[in-house]
């Protein structure tokens, strides 16, 4: 079983940053990826970004130049670094794991409770 923690969401203006964060504890050694979705009410939860267990990255379009993943696979923790956000950043951002890669579809992932991030336009 594996257990994600998030902690940095909140309230921002927009072009402001936040800095999201996620620790994993329990049977999380190996090739796990880790990464970071968002959801808005009423609609599904979308890759935001991604990060393989050999550093490799993925970002959604609509983050990439602004957000940037990080790892620390030794203390198997993943930071999500959000600059110069915008109002349709505004979500619940979610940690993930998985065995190998993230889906865009979220299938077979290990789920953080998730944190709001609000930017105010």
């Known amino acids: 079983q594996v257990h994600l923690l998030e902690s940095g969401g909140g309230l921002v203006e927009a072009g402001g940053s936040l800095r999201l964060s996620c620790a994993g504890t329990g049977e999380i050694s190996g090739p796990y990826a880790m990464g970071w979705y968002r959801q808005t009410p009423g609609k599904q939860r979308d890759l935001v970004a991604a990060?393989?267990?050999?550093?490799?990255?993925y970002y959604a379009d609509s983050v990439k130049g602004r957000f940037t993943i990080a790892r620390d696979s030794a203390k198997n923790t993943v930071s999500l670094q959000m600059n110069s956000l915008k109002p349709e950043d505004t979500a619940d951002y979610y940690c993930?794991?998985?065995?190998?890669?993230?889906?865009?579809?979220?299938?077979?992932?290990?789920w953080g409770q998730g944190t709001q991030v609000t930017v105010s336009s």
């Open positions: 990060i393989t267990s050999t550093d490799k990255t």
């Open positions: 993930a794991a998985r065995w190998g890669i993230l889906l865009l579809s979220g299938q077979g992932n290990y």
